[in-house]
Nanobody, 115 residues
Framework: QVQLVESGGGLVQAGGSLRLSCAAS????????MGWYRQAPGKQREFIST???????NYAASVKGRFTIFRDDAKNTAYLQMNSLKPEDTGVYYCNAVTVFKDYWGQGTQVTVSS
């Protein structure tokens, strides 16, 4: 059973930074893609960023240049470095991991950016 555990969320002022972590149970090399999504209050879950096993990355336009996704296979963990945070970045951030057969989700971590 795959488990993804997010951490690193919290309350931060606009302009600040946070680093989210997604720790997987077992090797993350089995995941074709790992990514981050967020859900703001009253809105649908939206794509933020993904990274492949080759290290290819993709970002939503709203976070490009401010957020960086990376992975440490030795630690079985993916990260999302978030800089220059804005109030509109507030939401629950979810980690996602995809294999050929299935995709998996973590329980989410809350990020709140105050103005």
């Amino acid at each position: 059973q795959v488990q993804l555990v997010e951490s690193g969320g919290g309350l931060v002022q606009a302009g600040g930074s946070l680093r989210l972590s997604c720790a997987a149970s077992g090797s993350i090399s089995r995941f074709n893609v790992m990514g981050w999504y967020r859900q703001a209050p009253g809105k649908q879950r939206e794509f933020i960023s993904t990274i492949t096993t080759r290290g290819d990355t993709n970002y939503a336009a709203s976070v490009k240049g401010r957020f960086t996704i990376f992975r440490d296979d030795a630690k079985n963990t993916a990260y999302l470095q978030m800089n220059s945070l804005k109030p509109e970045d507030t939401g629950v951030y979810y980690c996602n991991a995809v294999t050929v057969f299935k995709d998996y989700w973590g329980q989410g971590t809350q990020v709140t950016v105050s103005s």
